[in-house]
């Protein structure tokens, strides 16, 4: 199959307008190249993917009409085309549910990758003739508006385009819809899903613009210019690129200015992380995609800033973003509640997203370490562990109010699970030249070429759970190649990355344990030198043969975490960590109200084997146990000592309902010189 896709991809390129190729400065290595192990962590998810969570969001697709939005669109089209205009087809809830159909094709394809699948392709086929058959002659492919042009969905516009800025999604939909096709080109080979958006892309780049009886218009919700950058990326046409940067460049000049959308104003003037979440992590990414492809250096300035107050003032410990409900945005700088926080799986997402494109296009391991952190805490905790039901807002505190669903009404969240889940084996590895950035450790195998020539290798590991992790080079090319292997900010106390590094957020969270955990890594058995360090990564450069074998252990302490005083939430309160998970404590694991429950800074955790049953399944991982002291305010005051458990955030929920909590009171004073103020 890739032979196919290397073909099509030489056909693509042919067609290009353009002559060089265009890239990243370190470009990453697809999702094409990596397969994990299917007992791994990633592996195990993967196939819960394909076991429960596509094929549930196909029967939800089907179930809650979406594809008959789209037969309703071509039944429409053939009854105007015979003169009868008697039909009064009504779309389904929302004008970008045709997106979730675009997102579970996505993350499907992704799956065929490491599942072949005859009747997932086959089903796949069908659907996309449904998709096709309602695509207007001219590309337009939107069902609110085509099943009844006189009467659209209410946030659709009298006329194309016209709600746009305010609602309508039509473009949140083609954004969708190009990504969808590309990872099902990448993994079939198939043009099919591609064609057509292509078409959609053209009709869009046809309609507005600057150019004679063209609209100059914007996104409502971004994601169009980062499908497009990759439009670009895939077939060399720059006009696609060229209507990305239009549509950022035109941010805060039309009509249009909100917070909410990020359209306040021009986007290279921006330099704080605002308004709805979601629109502002895909819109961060379409900078970057930008900054990146066109070398614009407004572009990069603008998304620096932003990155950093966005990390360093406004994300939450497991890397979500979004602390209000209301605007399912951002709020104030340290304004991070933790009940109330919302943290949208969509938005956790999105902030994988940035910082990935941020290290494509920088090149340092803070921007993983964030990515990690979203990865491992705000995003998984938005699927259960087997899969099948799903939360919106991930908040990091609760009553028991907070449960996962099987689906719902505005369903981005589960689509978004589905495309993301079985995409994760893209994030782990990029080349630059002679360079390959080991950025996340999974069970699996590495099938690429560095300087032209073939590389293998494969990964062992039982991370997250472990810091062990063994590299194997199964191939290597005749020339010296460098492996960068990423040291995790948190082996080297650092939460987020406040130093080291050519830039400096603000200091959001720290270590409070006073640990100083450590790292080893051997190459065939002797000890790397350790002063080869660049930007977070260790270097071994050499000429690699067969056989060698790189030993990394990255101590895997428990570790207290502080916030910085100006949290107000987390004032007096501290969290605790493992590697790259942050854990929590509920209410089944403990007898006590763990919303009253107190730990020292000095508390000293036991690592115990634990899990959970979830469906008939058992789901692996540590438990930390702690001395800690309940603080009971019923009708009697006391303080007792208790045991406390705690276990990974991620796998919060799947009990019943009852309290939870991330941040648990401190019950020593922090040491007055170790207070710290917004610089
Ligand atoms: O508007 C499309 C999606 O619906 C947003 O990204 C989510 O926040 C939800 O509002
Ligand atoms: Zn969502």
């Not at 890739?2 to 890239?23: F, G, N």
């Not at 492919?141 to 800025?165: D, F, I, K, V």
């Not at 999974?442 to 032209?452: H, Q, W």
Request: aromatic share 10%; hydrophobic share 35%.
């Amino acid at each position: 199959m890739r032979l196919i896709v290397a073909m099509l991809a030489v056909s693509l390129a042919a067609q290009a307008k353009t002559a060089d190729k265009p890239s990243y400065p370190i470009s990453n290595v697809p999702f094409t190249s990596v397969k994990v192990n299917s007992d791994s962590f990633w592996g195990e998810r993967i196939r819960q993917s394909r076991e429960v969570t596509i094929p549930l969001a196909f029967s939800k697709c089907e179930e809650t009409d979406r594809y008959t939005n789209f037969e309703n669109a071509a039944a429409k089209m053939a009854e105007t085309a015979r003169g009868d205009n008697s039909s009064d087809y009504r779309p389904t809830q929302f004008p970008f549910d045709d997106t979730d159909v675009y997102k579970t094709i996505e993350g499907a394809s992704y799956l065929l990758q490491t599942y072949p699948d005859a009747g997932l392709e086959a089903y796949i086929d069908s659907v996309l003739d449904i998709v096709a058959s309602a695509q207007e002659p001219d590309g337009y492919l939107y069902t609110a508006r085509t099943m009844n042009p006189a009467h659209p969905h209410a946030w659709s516009g009298a006329t194309r385009w016209a709600g746009e800025e305010t609602g309508s999604h039509e473009l949140y939909n083609l954004g969708h819809m190009i990504e969808g096709a590309i990872a099902h080109y990448q993994a079939t080979g198939s043009r099919k899903f591609l064609d057509i958006a292509i078409r959609y892309a053209d009709c869009v780049c046809r309609e507005i613009g600057y150019g004679e009886g063209q609209k100059v218009l914007v996104p409502g919700h971004q994601i169009a210019e980062m499908a497009l950058a990759k439009l670009y990326l895939l077939t060399g046409e720059k006009k696609y690129l060229d209507e990305a940067k239009l549509f950022l460049d035109n941010k805060g000049k039309t009509a249009r200015k909100d917070k909410y959308d990020q359209s306040h104003l021009p986007v290279i003037e921006q330099d704080e992380a605002v308004g709805h979440s979601v629109r502002a992590g895909y819109m961060y990414s379409g900078m970057a995609d930008v900054a990146a492809l066109t070398g614009d250096q407004s572009y990069v300035t603008a998304i620096d800033r932003i990155w950093e107050n966005m990390v360093g003032k406004k994300m939450y410990l497991t890397g979500g973003i979004g602390s209000t409900g209301g605007s399912e945005g951002f709020t104030e700088n340290y304004d991070l509640p933790n009940m109330t926080g919302y943290c949208e799986t969509c938005a956790a997402i999105a902030n994988v997203y940035v910082n990935h494109r941020m290290f494509l296009l920088h090149g340092e391991a803070k921007y993983i370490d964030v990515l990690e952190r979203a990865l491992y805490n705000g995003v998984i905790s938005g699927v259960s562990l087997d899969g099948g039901t799903f939360f919106y807002p991930n908040p990091l505190e609760s009553h028991g109010q907070h449960q996962r669903q099987a689906w719902f009404g505005c369903a981005c969240c589960p689509s978004n699970i589905c495309r993301f889940i079985p995409s994760v084996p893209g994030y782990a590895y990029a080349i630059k030249d002679n360079r390959l950035y080991v950025n996340l450790f999974m069970s699996g195998t590495l099938e690429t070429e560095i300087g032209g020539k073939a590389l293998k290798l494969s990964q062992t590991t039982a991370y997250p759970q472990s810091g062990d992790i063994e590299i194997i080079i199964d191939k290597a090319p005749a020339k010296e190649f460098a492996m960068f292997v990423r040291i995790p900010g948190w082996v080297e106390n650092r939460v987020l990355s406040t130093d080291g590094y050519k830039t400096t957020p603000a200091d959001l969270y720290s270590y409070a344990d006073g640990k100083d955990p450590e790292y080893t890594i051997t190459l065939n058995g002797r000890e790397v030198d350790k002063s080869k360090r660049q930007d977070g990564y260790q270097v071994i450069e050499r000429k690699w043969k067969k056989g060698d074998i790189v030993e990394i252990r990255f101590d895997m302490e428990s570790r207290i975490v502080e916030a910085n005083d100006l949290v107000r939430e987390d004032r007096g309160k501290i969290a605790v960590e493992r590697g790259p998970l942050v854990y929590c404590a509920e209410w089944a694991d403990n007898d006590f109200n763990v919303l009253n429950t107190s730990v020292s800074t000095a508390a000293v955790f036991d690592v115990v084997p634990a899990g959970l049953t979830v469906e008939g399944r058992d789901y692996k991982f540590y438990a930390l146990e702690t001395d800690a002291i309940e603080n009971y305010t019923g009708n009697s005051q006391h303080v007792r000592n208790v045991r406390l458990r705690l276990i990974p955030y991620y796998a919060w929920a799947h009990r019943g309902n009852g309290n939870m909590v991330v941040w648990l009171t401190r019950n020593n004073p922090r040491p007055m010189n170790r207070m710290r103020s917004n610089r």
